[in-house]
Each structure stands twice: as structure tokens, then as C-alpha cells.
């Protein structure tokens, strides 16, 4: 795999030449992010930081990603519904994670009083690597399923087509031919706009409920303007918005700044510092209500570490999903090693192997967002100070997934063009809407391919780490 531009990467002129073309293919296409120094302004934009040319990936194992995502949404769904499910296994995380904790607590509190919303609209997109296990062959292994704000599929949708021009610069059109076409943003605008529909209030509006700092904001207009040309009306408002202007009627209808909102899609509010006391009244408002939310608090909780590691263990996913065996098949062929550190035996024996030998596992906290896992000796010292503290069960440990790394240019503005080792995970979005119990809509809705040199551990496109990346199927 690593050999795949190998004629391309010995040519030093014709790199140069085709990244100077890529740059302005990326700006033509719209492949854009706010500055980092006004990210809150679009009279000064550049480039999103994407490879120079697209990266190798096994086309069985891209197929595979594709065929099990359905499933994933049906498991995503379940988990939701499933309170009992949902308490016990996240007892012990809520004892010692504040953020996990809250969020719980509305979840039942919501219960309780008797839940007003009666569609359900999940975006979520499943991440895997290429594990080379000892004979070499790659398997497709899940790194997490993001049910929260699952991002860039706007901007991928994009990329392709500055990947094609690269290629034919660089005299490779029936490389460039056989690019796949690939368009989330399409197929995300799809599924809120069945739920708008289900919803069957037509003079209401989607709200995007955004965050301060907007550099991404492109990648949302390219959901956005799907919407718009269906003529649903789109606001963007934040969380203060909504605890300053937001309210409920007797029937829980929302409202916000007077507009009644149908679908409620959360790109924020999926780590502890997008909340304050205030925000945190405002998402209990908005979950109280009869709104879309995406992704509804529970489905929010489904995609925590905690019940990523619950799954792997025998039983839970038949538990999950009943009489649906070849899902359940399907889905744990993707799963790498996953173990809890509990309070107890086996968290006690998997916490002293870690310490041990750090190299082979990563420490998870329950987080989104990139950035936030422990590896090597960070993974030692931390487990190591927290080994026979409580506070351990805020977090699981995974195998650590070894891919093969190929040679790539990472093209970032005001960088110098160099050539890197890099590896690259594929995420596939999900997209379902439930309407009571009946499952109105199941989709893989496109992928994401993101790639970084390989001495960055961690880390996504929004955290600065990873590229925007387009598979070449192999």
C-alpha cells in the first residue's frame, strides 16, 4: 500500500507543481476554514489542511465499513431506548465524571416528567483504522462511533474533486477516473429533513446550535444550504440564545427568539467546556421539549467510551439487538480490544498490564472531540496515579490499533511542503429517523477519510492533527 504514488513522491518539480495546483483546486471548490487568528470571520479565510494526493485504502475493507453502518444505527437506536441498559452501565462513570454525570441527570429527569419527542433523528459517524495484525493483513478495526456534532462532512464532500485535479496535473486521469463520488452533506440534509417533515409544522425552522468560535462554519453551510434548497428555513443560534430567548408552550413546543424549531442539531455541547450553569438550563429546556433533537441526550450518552467498552463484553450486543445475529456478526468483527477498569479484580489486573506495558493499549476518557487519549509513558504515569483511586473508571482502555503507514504530503497553509509517514482513519456517517417505534429512515450517508504523520498519537482536523483525505481504493 505504502508504494502507491511511488513515481509521483521521486518527483520533486512535479510535487511542487501539483501542490501549488491542489491549493487553489482547494479554494475554487470551497474546501474552507475560518483563521485560526478570526475565527469568527469570513472576510479572511483559508484553505482546510488536506493531503496532496489520496491515501490507499482496501477496498474489501471499505466495503465492509459501508455494510455494517446500517447496523450501527440500528445499535446506536436501541442503546437510546434502553434505560436499564444505559444506568448500569454507566454507574460507575457517573460517580467519578462530572460532565457524564449531568448530562445523565437530565436524561432522567426527562424520563420522568415524560418524554415529549416522538421523532429521533441520529447523525453519527463510525471511525476505524487498518489494524496489521501479526500476518500483516489489514482489518478494518473501530476506533468510536461520534453520535455528537459528528463533523466534516461538508467539507469532504468537496475534496474529491480537488484529488481528481491533482491527479490528472499529474498526468494520472484514469487514477483520477476512479476516484468514488462522496457527499455526506447531501445525505445529512436528508435525514433532518425527513425529521423536519415528520415534525409537520412547516413554517418552523432547524436550528443549528452552534458554538462561539466558528472557524468550521463552512462545513455547516454545506448542510446548511442543502436545507435551504428544499426551502426549510435555517437559524444559528448558541446556547445563551437559547436560555435568553428560548421557551416552551403547554405543548412543548420550542421556541426561540419567537420561531418554533422542528430539529435541533447540535454542533455543540459535546465536551465539558461548552457548558456553564447557563447553558446547562438551556440543554434541559431543549431536551424537555417536543423538538428533534440530534442526537437526544440518551443518544449523546450511547456514544460514550464507557458503553463502547460495555458492548465488546459476550452477550451485551444479542442483549442489544435481539433475533438480529448477523448484525450483531458484523458489528464485532470491527471491534478491537476493550476493557474496563472497574473497581474490582479485572480492572485491578487490566490496570497493572497497562502500567506494564503501555505500548500496546490507548487510556480513553469519556470525551469527545479529539485529543484527549493517553498513550506510552502518558499512559503509564497517569494510570500509574490513578491505579487505586475510583476516579480510573472515568476511563477504558482500548488495543492499541498498529496500521501500516504510507508517504504523503500534508498540505496546511504557510507550512513548508515536505513529505510525511502517515496513516489515516475512515469514518462512515449514519444516518437514521425513528418515528415511535417505527424506523423510518436507515442510510450510510458518505465517509470521511483523515490522515496525519504518524508522530501525532491523537488528534482530528478541528484539533489541527489530522487532513481532509480522499480513500483510492485498493
Not at 485560526?36 to 479572511?44: I, T
Not at 434505560?83 to 437530565?106: G, H, N, Q
Not at 438551556?282 to 449523546?300: M, W
Request: with cysteine.
Amino acid at each position: 500500500m505504502s508504494a502507491l504514488w511511488e513515481d509521483v513522491l521521486r518527483d520533486p518539480p512535479a510535487i511542487r507543481e501539483a501542490a501549488a495546483v491542489a491549493v487553489d483546486a482547494a479554494l475554487l471548490e470551497g474546501v474552507l476554514m475560518r483563521t485560526e487568528g478570526e475565527p469568527n470571520a469570513s472576510d479572511v479565510v483559508n484553505y482546510a489542511p488536506f493531503t496532496l494526493l489520496p491515501s490507499a485504502v482496501p477496498s474489501a475493507l471499505f466495503e465492509q465499513a459501508y455494510a455494517v453502518q446500517q447496523d450501527f444505527n440500528l445499535l446506536v437506536d436501541a442503546i437510546s431506548q434502553n434505560r436499564e441498559f444505559l444506568e448500569c452501565t454507566l454507574a460507575s462513570t457517573i460517580k467519578v465524571d462530572d460532565f457524564t454525570a449531568r448530562l445523565f441527570r437530565i436524561h432522567m429527569q426527562v424520563l420522568e416528567e415524560g418524554l415529549a419527542q416522538s421523532v429521533f433523528l441520529g447523525i453519527n459517524r463510525s471511525d476505524y483504522m487498518f489494524d496489521c495484525g501479526v500476518d500483516g493483513a489489514p482489518a478494518l478495526k473501530q476506533i468510536e462511533i461520534n453520535t455528537i456534532a459528528a463533523s466534516f462532512g461538508g467539507l469532504t464532500s468537496r475534496t474529491v474533486a480537488v484529488h481528481r485535479q491533482v491527479l490528472k496535473v499529474l498526468g494520472k486521469s484514469k487514477e483520477a477516473s476512479r476516484l468514488l463520488p462522496n457527499n455526506p452533506s447531501h445525505g445529512l440534509a436528508l435525514g433532518i429533513a425527513k425529521a423536519w417533515e415528520l415534525y409537520s409544522s412547516p413554517s418552523a425552522v432547524v436550528m443549528f446550535l452552534v458554538e462561539e468560535v466558528q472557524r468550521n462554519i463552512f462545513d455547516q453551510r454545506c448542510v446548511e444550504n442543502e436545507l435551504w434548497n428544499r426551502n426549510i428555513r435555517v437559524i444559528r443560534k448558541q446556547f445563551r440564545d437559547v436560555f435568553e430567548k428560548g421557551s416552551l408552550d403547554d405543548a412543548k413546543r420550542l421556541y426561540v427568539d419567537g420561531q418554533e424549531v422542528a430539529v435541533v442539531y447540535y454542533r455543540e455541547g459535546y465536551v465539558p467546556k461548552n457548558y456553564d450553569q447557563q447553558n446547562w438550563e438551556a440543554r434541559l429546556l431543549l431536551e424537555r421539549s417536543r423538538a428533534v433533537k440530534c442526537p437526544d441526550i440518551a443518544t449523546q450518552l450511547a456514544g460514550t467510551k464507557k458503553v463502547q467498552q460495555e458492548l465488546s463484553r459476550p452477550g451485551t450486543l444479542e442483549r442489544l439487538l435481539p433475533g438480529r445475529a448477523e448484525a450483531v456478526a458484523r458489528i464485532r468483527a470491527t471491534f478491537a480490544g476493550l476493557y474496563s477498569l472497574d473497581v474490582g479484580e479485572e480492572g485491578d489486573k487490566i490496570a497493572a498490564t497497562a502500567i506494564a506495558d503501555p505500548d500496546r493499549f490507548v487510556l480513553k476518557p469519556q470525551r469527545e472531540g479529539g485529543g484527549n487519549n493517553l498513550y506510552g509513558e502518558d499512559l503509564r504515569q497517569v494510570l500509574g496515579k490513578i491505579r487505586d483511586s475510583p476516579e480510573r473508571t472515568s476511563y477504558i482502555l482500548m488495543d492499541k490499533i498498529k496500521p501500516q503507514p504510507a508517504m504523503n504530503y500534508l498540505l496546511r497553509a504557510h507550512s513548508p511542503l515536505q513529505v510525511s509517514q502517515c496513516i489515516s482513519e475512515l469514518g462512515i456517517f449514519g444516518v437514521y429517523v425513528r418515528q415511535g417505534k417505527e424506523m423510518v429512515m436507515n442510510k450510510a450517508a458518505g465517509h470521511l477519510l483523515r490522515t496525519k504523520a504518524i508522530e501525532h498519537a491523537d488528534g482530528g482536523v478541528a484539533a489541527g492533527v489530522a487532513v481532509l483525505d480522499t480513500p483510492y481504493l485498493v
